[in-house]
């Protein structure tokens, strides 16, 4: 007795093959047995019908939600100083402008000193241009002195331009130091504002905290627009168009492809898709770990043969060597039908094959009509 064929109570339920016939060639054999309807039921046999379905076979991948770098705002102190008050608090909701925090810095009061003696400077050489230029209108003086005194001008405007600079660089807005110039009351602290609207997502500091030029005291974020990055292993084959739509497991979310990695994570030895998220971003939190599923790419020889394409149940497709079947429920039994596995994904595969759209084919108790199969085989 073989050893693949069923235990001999088992076997006795099933009847003998009535006919077999060729389909790809000699070695592709259908062989149709009768099984009766509560023979099925005792053997624990279940049918399913069979549908085209082009994208139902997909791949499950790890992927995390971040939020794009265009939405995220890393608020860094311009000078060294001291964290004198923190205007917001953690998870808060901020408008673009809106004040932050203020810091207490000796830098600052040493650029605002520069900016008042620039200035003065200037105001010096400005009127000393003038006047060298209206006596030369009247004859007194050669025109040398203009052209030395425009000189010293522009040498003035020079040092004022570059003391404004650097207070933009320490993080004062344009007004304020324009005021400050006018005035000539430099100010103690400086307000920093956020410069997008969105959510408080983390404060690193605390009032009375020293920090050093530019020190990351606070992140902004926008959280209305999210990118996924899917963790792809590297011996996938990275081919998913960018626009592929992408769904999370799970929750109602959906995504689209923008781009893939060129690169290989040299420690996760994985590759890097990310996709957008579309429409509803709020069952995703920034940093969460999901699982999303890919629709398997089919190969050049599977696209051109889509009308024979299905997809059904791994649990369906058996094996004799290396031919897969499907067994196709019959008028008064089951036909095992040659097939070809084009694509696989975690619990479906993607199969080409002579079938059509309706046929019933065994999805459970497979492994006992395999077993009254080959014994049909055995018998020819």
């Keep these: 007795m073989r050893s693949h064929l069923l235990p001999l109570g088992l076997a006795a339920l099933l009847l003998n093959p009535v006919v077999t016939h060729t389909l790809a060639g000699a070695a592709e054999r259908a062989a149709k047995f009768a099984v009766s309807p509560e023979q099925m039921q005792a053997l624990g046999i279940q049918t399913a019908p069979l549908q085209n379905q082009a994208d139902s076979v997909r791949a499950n991948f790890p992927a995390q939600a971040i939020v794009p770098p265009d939405r995220e705002q890393v608020v860094s102190s311009p000078v060294a100083g001291l964290i004198s008050q923190i205007l917001v608090q953690p998870n808060q909701t901020v408008r673009r402008g809106a004040p932050l925090l203020r810091i207490a810095s000796p830098e600052l009061g040493q650029l605002q000193l520069q900016l008042l003696q620039a200035a003065a ?111 792809l292993p590297v011996s996938e084959n990275v081919n998913w168009k ?82 897969a079947y499907l067994f196709v429920r019959t008028a008064d039994g089951f036909a095992a039908r040659p097939v070809k596995v084009a694509a696989s994904a975690g619990q479906r595969v993607r199969v080409q094959g002579p079938l059509k759209a309706g046929d019933q084919i065994a999805v459970s108790g497979v492994v006992v009509l395999k077993g009254a199969w080959l014994d049909a085989k055995g018998g020819k």
Aim: net charge neutral.
């Design 121 to 231: 400077r200037a105001t010096l050489a400005r009127q000393a241009a003038q006047r060298e230029q209206a006596l030369f209108d009247e004859g007194i003086i050669p025109q040398r002195r203009v052209q030395e005194a425009q000189a010293g001008l522009k040498e003035a405007e020079a040092a004022l331009h570059q003391a404004k600079a650097g207070l933009r660089l320490g993080g004062l807005s344009a007004v304020m130091i324009e005021r400050i110039a006018d005035s000539g009351k430099p100010q103690d602290s400086i307000t920093l504002a956020a410069t997008q609207g969105g959510i408080v997502t983390g404060i690193a500091v605390k009032p009375g905290q020293r920090v050093d030029a530019a020190t990351a005291l606070l992140h902004v974020a926008q959280t209305d627009s999210l990118w996924l990055e899917i963790q």
């Design 242 to 323: 960018d626009g592929t739509k992408v769904k999370v497991q799970g929750r109602d979310v959906t995504a689209r492809i923008l781009s893939a990695s060129p690169t290989v994570s040299s420690s996760s030895q994985t590759v890097t898709l990310r996709a957008a998220v579309e429409g509803n971003t709020g069952q995703i939190r920034p940093g969460e770990f999901v699982t999303v599923e890919l629709p398997i790419v089919a190969t050049v020889t599977t696209r051109a043969a889509t009308q024979d394409s299905w997809d059904v149940p791994l649990s369906a497709v058996v094996h004799d060597g290396n031919q």
